[in-house]
């Protein structure tokens, strides 16, 4: 198979204008006869659906949550980017384009890069409109923070709930376009297999979670915009719901799966704090803005705060160590993700975690010199020259307060600790996922009508993504790139009819997903769906997630293929299959999610480089960054379904050309 990643030719600056200038178009007469189906209703679904309905096509959108203001897109704490440069700090898109292209190790296409910094501006406009109520400054104009990876200040924010803000938009608008009966939602439905005719992806067979009821769903095109697949690790910053399930059933219908090895890991998480944890907590990227993150220099203090002898207040300035200050001075506590979450592992590998759990690992996140500076500063604005230090203090945590607030209660609420008092432990831990399913240049994967938006695809971060732009990718996709590039597909479909559900193919793709229900609940195995799903998380945390060796990942492979067979063997799944039954959801997810871990520890076996969240312990330069091999692995590895044996899947390789970017190691020094 090769791969053609429709990229437009041109120079770069001018390819998506060309290109949206060349595409064949539905007339709105003729778009009510075209049906589209949209799974998942997050940022990049919600925002495509309403487009859509807006336009004039039928739209039935689907997710599994009672409403789609449960989509997961709710919990993105910081920001959005932009390239509106309103802080007059040399922002434009050039700089988004090239901050990202870097952040990601260069292991991103140009092309789509360029496109989301392009109408990144759009974005902010049209969530505007809507009511979004980002934050101001003192003047009415919109405010803007730094993100990671960044020397300006790009990021739109709405206090530390920003995704929900923008969420709330998007179902607005998704609201107005159910109400006019243009777009058809289908709530507590999951998606369990895609169907093809003639090869076209033309319907979906979907579960009734409340009732059981198989039902069959067609469309003229399907988009697939269900997000990432953090929860392969059992514990990540995902909601519990979040699976792969709908991105891995079309993979098995010929879609591509791209890059899966790179994950991301987030820096600024609550330490795990036991083992029968089910979910870890972010805290937002922004507060890296204020704080900075520190381990005591000394192991004795470090083993002392373990005990509970010593409390980090009480450790001297002196003898903190200000580890990302130290070895990243030009970004200092803002360098990329990946970057901070390496190094709070080093210093937690060599013994100077903070945190009491069985693993010792922590390090702090402390805003105590911003409480004093911003202290100082709004007692000056206010005509106090001279504040005593109690003023300064208060002045400065009401700063934090009116900034951060939300978050600070969130970690008080989980840690019974004042963040305001004492430093924030945090710890990096799964959170976002690059790859996905391979698409081209106009979002569609490798089966022809079935297109993936968001964080389902793999198109726009490389190999690690910045700090607030998962919400500007969504919301590009939905709103501004999919209802141009999908309409050039339906053009060829004005004359196609109705597409029946009664053919052979929706009977057996309906037929397949019954017997896969029937077999699981009819196994009578003796372990939980959550004993196979936490025994799958450690090996991929312990053996594919921030450090990656040879040896580790052919052990992890041969683990996962083990647990597939102990798992189809023994897995119990009580009730039955015409009833509300999480434990049916969760067997069924957890299948797709141990075969996607035994293709990703296969993906990071082949990738003999490391390159943004992708980290492979032999190779590694002196300081122990990352060491890419861009002669050998400048592709992007995009897997083909050959069969249930997962380590027969088929690797293909799309080469990276840059165009505009000089290649060069990433330095945040």
């Known amino acids: 198979m090769k791969l053609d990643s429709k990229i437009p030719a041109g120079p770069l600056k001018d390819k998506w204008t060309d290109h949206k200038n060349h595409l064949k178009l539905v007339a709105p007469n003729n778009r009510p006869k075209i049906d589209i189906i949209v799974v998942g209703t997050g940022l990049a679904g919600a925002s495509a659906a309403a487009s859509l309905g807006e336009m004039g096509y039928n739209v039935k959108a689907f997710c599994f949550q009672d409403s789609p203001r449960r989509a997961h897109s709710i919990a993105a704490q910081g920001g959005i980017n932009a390239a509106k440069n309103y802080q007059n700090d040399g922002d434009s898109v050039y700089r988004l384009f090239y901050d990202t292209i870097k952040g990601g190790d260069y292991r991103a296409r140009e092309a789509n890069v360029h496109r989301l910094a392009e109408v990144s501006g759009n974005i902010i406009d049209q969530c505007v409109a809507q009511g979004v109520p980002f934050a101001r400054e003192y003047g009415g104009m919109l405010d803007n923070r730094s993100f990671g990876g960044t020397q300006v200040q790009r990021t739109f924010y709405a206090a530390g709930q920003t995704g929900q803000q923008l969420l709330l938009g998007a179902y607005s608008a998704l609201s107005r376009q159910i109400g006019l009966g243009r777009v058809k939602m289908y709530n507590r439905h999951e998606m369990l297999d895609l169907v093809k005719v003639d090869g076209k992806a033309r ?7 409340i009732t059981g009821e198989i039902e069959r769903h067609s469309a003229h095109a399907v988009v697939i915009a269900s997000g990432g697949y953090g929860n392969v690790y059992f514990l990540s910053t995902n909601a519990m ?16 799966f791209a890059n899966p090895c790179y994950v ?6 609550i330490p795990v704090h036991g083992t029968n944890q089910s979910k870890l907590t972010l805290m937002s990227e922004s507060l890296r803005n204020s704080g900075r993150i520190w381990v005591p220099k000394k192991k004795e203090d470090a083993e002392a705060i373990r005990a509970g002898k010593l409390k980090p207040t009480q450790i001297a300035e002196e003898d903190r160590d200000y580890y990302l200050e130290r070895r990243y001075p030009a970004f200092g506590n803002l360098v990329p993700r990946d970057v901070a979450s390496r190094a709070a592992k080093e210093r937690c590998d060599a013994g100077y975690g903070i945190e009491a759990n069985d693993t010792n690992e922590g390090v702090y996140l402390d805003f105590s010199t911003e409480i004093q500076t911003k202290g100082k500063q709004a007692a000056y604005a206010k005509g106090n020259h001279n504040p005593t230090p109690e003023e300064i203090t208060a002045l400065g945590k009401q700063w934090l307060e009116e900034k951060y607030g939300n978050l600070f209660t969130m970690y008080q609420k989980i840690t019974d600790e004042n963040p305001y008092e004492t430093p924030m432990k945090i710890y990096p831990a799964v959170h976002y996922t690059m790859g996905g399913v391979w698409v081209d240049y106009n979002l569609q994967s490798t089966i022809p009508g079935c297109f993936v938006a968001g964080e389902a695809n793999f198109s726009d971060h490389g190999a690690n993504r910045l700090g607030a732009s998962a919400l500007m990718q969504g919301l590009a996709d939905g709103y501004f790139v ?8 339906l053009a060829d479909e004005i004359r196609t009819g109705k597409i029946s559900t009664d053919s052979p193919e929706f009977a057996e793709a309906e037929a397949r997903v019954k ?15 959550d004993y196979f799903h936490k025994k799958l998380g450690l090996i991929m945390w312990n053996k594919v997630g921030m450090g990656k060796n040879e040896a580790g ?3 992890a492979i041969a683990e996962i293929a083990q647990l597939k067979e102990d798992f189809y063997k023994d897995v119990y799944v009580p009730g039955s299959a015409d009833e509300l039954n999480p434990e049916l959801e969760k067997v069924l997810r957890v299948a797709d999610f141990i075969e996607l871990g035994q293709l990703m520890a296969m993906d990071a076996l082949q990738r003999k480089e490391s390159c943004g969240g992708h980290f492979r312990e032999e190779y590694q330069d002196a300081e122990g960054e990352t060491l890419r091999d861009d002669e050998n692995f400048k592709f992007v590895g995009a897997w083909e379904y050959k069969g249930d044996d997962i380590s027969k899947e088929e690797l293909h390789k799309e080469e990276l050309k840059y165009e505009e970017i000089k290649i060069a190691a990433r330095n945040y020094k």
């Open 553 to 555: 990942l052919k052990e």
């Open 264 to 269: 991301q890991i987030h820096p600024t998480c």
């Open 241 to 256: 719901g979040s699976n792969v399930t709908a991105s891995w059933k079309i993979h098995k219908q010929g879609a591509l």
């Open 482 to 489: 999919l209802p141009y590039t999908i309409s050039n597909y």
């Open 515 to 529: 017997d896969s229900i029937s077999k699981f609940l009819n196994n009578n195995g003796t372990k939980s769906v």
């Open 203 to 209: 319907g979906i067979i979907a579960r009734n979670l």
